[in-house]
């Protein structure tokens, strides 16, 4: 990270943290690569995890600064905190389930100076399997846009709400982003006010970009540079988590939409489909994940690669010193390991893009760490086996 004085920071990165111990040591692991080149801070504000994350980080992470709250003050606060504190020309509200290539922050920074009236900055996002996630870049969702993408009976309506005006190639205004990963100036963030506190989780980012452009900036998505979100991984997917939703979007219409007694009466059904529909899913998700796959690790490593066949025990194990799609595609194996170690995060991240749509799961081995890690899905947990 390069370091200059306090008064002359370019970047604050501010991550939120519950329980995602692991994830959140490869987030700012990758966060570390792509901070060499700029100046940077790092703040983590961790809402009272049992997981040993402020222990990690006090042993691994120094240079980090920790806010250690005593108890869960929610998304929205936690994020207020850290800004409070931050120094950076630019803030960056950035997800602990996160991967970041090495070029993301240099690419954003030098792209929104560019921007006069910049409000906020969101990237391309892909899932753990690869998959672009369409929230990257959204709408208003005004209660006629969404109460339509709720019920999905109008196309037209739910292009609005993903903003496909922009393909996921293409840079563009929009005017919703989302709050895994918002860059914004330090005083756009506080002439807003920051985020909203009366959300305890979701839907803030929604209100804060909203917010933005009420002010007369315009919020960008950026398609030059992709990050992975494993999306989920620092909420259980459960009921708890479905009533924090249904309660941040009644919040949002109720604050920023006059809504008559029909249109209030529609919205809120919409919503409870929506719940119902989302509950259903939940009870259908096997969240177990089988250890036992064939596998092709990429790395340099001989011991790592015999350590994993020792702790995965598969029928057939593939290992290669780098990155060759063909190779890949050519081997019956269910389970591709990237190690970090020798496998830059952009050349994993390009990679797991490639090969979506291939029924592979992605795993890394972090830099220095002996475990491996990925998530095959958005609503389930992901997954973490140590291999030594």
């Known amino acids: 990270m390069k370091q200059k004085s306090k008064e002359n920071i370019d970047l604050s990165i501010i991550i939120v943290n519950y329980n995602v ?17 700029i100046s940077s801070e790092i703040i983590v504000v961790d809402n009272n995890s049992h997981d040993e994350s402020c222990e990690m980080l006090a042993e691994n992470f120094p240079e980090v600064v920790l806010i250690a709250n005593k108890d869960n003050t929610g998304f929205s606060k936690a994020n207020n905190q850290g800004v409070a504190i931050a120094k950076g020309n630019y803030v960056l509200i950035l997800n602990p389930d996160t991967i970041v290539s090495e070029d993301t922050f240099e690419k954003i920074i030098q792209f929104a100076k560019t921007k006069q009236n910049l409000g906020a900055l969101g990237v391309k996002l892909i899932d753990g399997k690869g998959n672009f996630l369409a929230e990257s870049k959204r709408g208003i969702p005004t209660p006629k846009v969404s109460f339509n993408k709720l019920l999905g009976v109008s196309s037209k309506q739910t292009g609005k709400y993903y903003a496909n005006h922009l393909t996921e190639n293409e840079t563009g205004v929009i005017e919703i982003l989302v709050g895994a990963f918002m860059l914004m100036k330090r005083d756009v963030y506080n002439e807003v006010k920051g985020f909203d506190e009366d959300y305890f989780m979701y839907g803030e980012d929604i209100d804060l970009s909203y917010k933005i452009i009420k002010k007369g900036y315009q919020n960008y998505y950026y398609s ?71 596998f092709i690790y990429i790395g340099e490593n001989p011991s790592t690669f015999s350590n994993l066949k020792t702790t995965i025990k598969p029928e057939l194990a593939v290992h290669h010193t780098s990155i060759s799609i063909n190779d890949i595609l050519a081997n019956k194996i269910e389970t591709i390991i990237f190690d970090n170690n020798n496998i830059s995060n952009k050349e994993i991240i390009n990679a797991i893009y490639k090969l979506r749509n291939n029924h592979y799961s992605f795993r890394f081995i972090p830099r ?20 030594q």
């Open 224 to 294: 030059d540079t992709q990050i992975i979100h494993y999306k989920g991984e620092s909420t259980k997917k459960d009921v708890k988590y479905l009533r924090y939703f249904y309660g941040a979007m009644k919040i949002f219409y109720k604050k920023h939409f006059k809504l008559n007694v029909i249109y209030d009466f529609l919205m809120s059904f919409g919503i409870q489909f929506w719940f119902l529909i989302k509950y259903l899913k939940l009870k259908t998700v096997d969240s177990s994940n089988e250890n036992n796959s064939n």
């Open 21 to 37: 111990r692991y994830f959140l040591e490869q987030c700012l692991l990758s966060v570390q690569d792509a901070c060499k080149n």
């Open 368 to 387: 220095g760490c002996t475990y491996i890690i990925g998530s095959d899905t958005s609503i389930g947990k992901g997954n973490v086996t140590n291999f």
